[in-house]
């Protein structure tokens, strides 16, 4: 069915998919009594839509990568970054960590790896030009106000 993956992969995705449709139905209990939390913003609706942009994203890990994708990586981006008060989005996330038992429920870094072909950081790919040296572009300087 699965080729690409073992038995005891796909048991593990099984678990995570399990996992977060509880908590995405969780959200949906928990943000329709206002009095419980995240009553600014509301209505508001977390459905299969969601839970099908975290499994499109989580599904992409790179070969390259030197972590593998963790299942809670993007929920920030996909649920609770939503909530507009940073209280909601702490509640929200605690709320994840009942459902999701990962390793690390975040990363404070992103690795990087340069490959002949492309710069690697994170899950994200940069590609270089095959001649000469390169030197990845430098977005913006950083300009410190050290006055006391």
């Not at 600014?40 to 390259?64: A, H």
């Not at 690390?104 to 072909?117: A, G």
């Not at 950081?121 to 001649?131: D, E, M, N, T, V």
Request: charged fraction near 15%; charge should be neutral; proline fraction near 7%.
């Amino acid at each position: 069915m699965a080729p690409a993956f073992d038995r005891s992969a796909i048991s593990q995705m099984v678990n995570f998919n399990n996992q977060m449709v509880n908590f995405n139905n969780r959200l949906v209990e928990e943000t329709s009594n206002p009095s419980l939390f995240a009553s600014l913003g509301s209505p508001w609706e977390f459905n299969f839509r969601d839970l099908g942009r975290w499994l499109q994203i989580t599904s992409m890990n790179g070969q390259y990568d030197l972590q593998p994708l963790s299942p809670v990586e993007y929920l920030d981006t996909i649920y609770t970054g939503r909530f507009q008060i940073q209280a909601d989005q702490a509640t929200s996330f605690n709320i994840c960590r009942q459902f999701l038992n990962a390793p690390s429920m975040s990363r404070n870094h992103q690795d990087m790896v340069e490959l002949p072909s492309k710069l690697v950081i994170g899950h994200s790919r940069l590609g270089k030009p095959s001649h000469g040296s390169w030197t990845p572009p430098i977005v913006a300087s950083i300009k410190l106000n050290l006055s006391v």
